[in-house]
DNA sequence: TCTGGGGTCCTAGGACCC
DNA sequence: TCTGGGGTCCTAGGACCC
């Protein structure tokens, strides 16, 4: 049966958050920066006319910034991801088949339908989010993922094509590839583009029509797949259950420069909390666990240092105290004296589901702090993240990143909640 | 001074087997 | 002096995504 996938994108979304607490930032440029106040990652549609560019370090966009008064905001996900499970929430009821692709993003597959069907589906979709959630999505419809993502980016361009843009396989399809610069495809980045320009493949037309072998020579498999993707052969299924993970990390650069092995040991200790807490979240346990830790690498006057580990658990588990004793003394042999640190971080992978797990003839049984780890878990949840923690993560925590420009977890924190103030008017 | 974080997929090449 | 061929598995690194 033939089908119709659509792909809906919330507009300029970790803004839109912003803005649903903050209506005061509607009309005015408005950004958001990535974790450590380091980048650009959100831009409002005013912020994008300034010429504000996407992955811009913030430092050197400070000045334009300030001179036309953009609203700067550090990233705050507790807010992002809560929104974000809500629009996905309000589009699950109005369509059964969806697949959840990221924060902002989900693609749908509905029956192929004629135009007005679909346009009726996307504007009533885009109507029903807005007035539940406040957040602005935009739709695209095509025959398969890739023409939805351009279908969805011409959208967005296009006022006019509010409630959704519709791409189908038949005669207005050249065109529209022949508009689209083959960098803006779903799949092609950067190191592809340029290839392709060696080839004279510049739009998304060129490579609908690029020689296959050539293709997958020098684009790999998925390189073909786009290629017929454009065409109009859907090669790219909608996943509706997300896999299980493969691998759970936690990591941040650190607010100024470290130095001593105390603090690197305490942002340890809470990156690997972290990163337990969230497989345990989803009942896994790890076999393995990475610790990377890296010096400044664009500070051109300071000495270099990186260096990561892999190590294999003595058993799988997801035990925080375990893992804390494995990634400290990976940390006690990785650790230089003498460098300027700007970021640890750790990786588990090997990841396998708690209830099947190998057993292992030779090790003594484990101590079973799963009841402990639950209470654990049930006291962050309920009251907070950290309200406990490991004594080693550090109290003061000097070394934790900047988040200078914070909006309130509005809709995740009881101290936070926004307050409505109603004026008493009287009308006779 | 100040440059994010968390994922996935694919391939080449090494190690190993018979 | 001359030293195969075919296969699998694993891993590191590259590329891409948002």
């Known amino acids: 049966m033939p089908t119709t996938f659509a792909l809906l994108d919330c507009n300029n979304f970790y803004v839109s958050c912003e803005r649903v607490f903050n209506p005061k930032l509607i009309g005015k440029p408005v950004v958001v920066l990535s974790n450590n106040d380091g980048c650009i990652i959100a831009r409002s549609n005013e912020a994008k006319e300034l010429g504000i560019k996407m992955g811009e370090p913030y430092f050197r966009c400070q000045p334009l910034l300030e001179h036309h008064q953009v609203h700067v905001f550090s990233s705050n996900y507790a807010l992002y991801g809560d929104m974000s499970q809500r629009v996905m929430e309000v589009l699950s009821r109005l369509e059964p088949q969806v697949e959840v692709y990221s924060i902002d993003e989900a693609f749908l597959r509905l029956p192929a339908g004629d135009e007005k069907t679909l346009r009726l589906i996307g504007k009533n979709i885009c109507r029903t989010i807005r ?63 340029k290839k392709l320009a060696g080839q004279g493949i510049r739009t998304a037309y060129d490579l609908s029509r690029a020689d296959a072998n050539w293709l997958k020579k020098n684009l790999s498999i998925t390189g073909v797949r786009t290629m017929r993707e454009l065409q109009g052969v859907s090669c790219f299924p909608l996943t509706e259950i997300p896999p299980p993970k493969h691998s759970m990390a936690c990591s941040r650069s650190f607010g100024t420069p470290v130095s001593e092995l105390k603090d690197m040991h305490e942002a340890t200790v809470t990156y690997v909390a972290r990163a337990a807490e969230k497989i345990r979240a989803q009942q896994l346990k790890a076999g393995c666990l990475t610790l990377y830790l890296n010096t400044n690498r664009f500070s051109s006057s300071q000495p270099q240092y990186a260096n990561n580990r892999t190590i294999t658990l003595p058993y799988p588990t997801a035990d925080t105290a375990t893992l804390i004793a494995q990634a400290v003394a990976t940390l006690k042999d990785l650790f230089r004296p003498g460098y300027a640190y700007q970021k640890v971080g750790v990786i588990l992978t090997a990841l396998t589901p708690e209830h099947i797990q190998q057993g292992n003839l030779f090790l003594t049984p484990r101590p079973n702090t799963d009841n402990l780890l639950l209470a654990l878990d049930r006291i962050n949840h309920r009251w907070g993240q950290d309200t406990l923690q490991y004594g080693s993560a550090g109290l003061d925590k000097p070394w934790h990143h900047k988040q200078n420009m914070k909006s309130p977890s509005y809709t995740t924190s009881w101290h936070e909640l926004p307050v409505a103030l109603a004026a008493e008017t009287i009308t006779r």
Do not use: Y
């Not at 508009?179 to 950067?190: A, N, R």
């Open 131 to 193: 007035q539940h959630t406040g957040i602005p999505v935009s739709i695209g419809f095509g025959p398969t993922k890739t023409l939805a993502k351009i279908a969805n980016r011409i959208a967005k361009k296009n006022p006019a094509q509010r409630g959704g843009c519709i791409i189908s396989a038949g005669d207005d399809l050249p065109p529209i590839l022949k508009s689209m610069p083959v960098s803006e495809v779903w799949g092609i980045g950067g190191r592809a583009t």
